[in-house]
């Protein structure tokens, strides 16, 4: 994570689009803890990631210590045509 966090932009957010993996309380600790070595914002998806009518969603539920949405990794027009959830 320390090669991670020198690679990163000053100011750089992450976003991480793992269906579920902040759904849970150790998910959550999870998340916290990489943003703490990274020494970033993180954010975290708490169901399931894609498209809306299988259940899924494009927002980030657990924002750790993002305090807000990152922006979008992919245009809408990208998250439009994109059919099921990411595994």
Do not use: M, N, Y
């Not at 966090?5 to 100011?11: R, S, T």
């Not at 803890?33 to 969603?57: C, F, H, K, M, W």
């Not at 045509?81 to 595994?87: P, V």
């Amino acid at each position: 994570l320390a090669r991670l966090a020198a690679g990163l932009l000053p100011g750089a957010r992450v976003a991480l689009w793992g269906c579920d993996l902040a759904a849970t309380p150790a998910g959550q600790a999870l998340v916290l803890a990489i943003a703490r070595a990274l020494g970033r914002d993180v954010a975290a998806a708490t169901g399931p990631v894609g498209e809306a009518a299988r259940g899924g969603s494009w927002h980030l539920g657990f924002l750790g210590t993002a305090g807000a949405q990152p922006a979008d990794a992919v245009a809408a027009s990208g998250l439009a045509g994109f059919q099921g959830t990411l595994s």
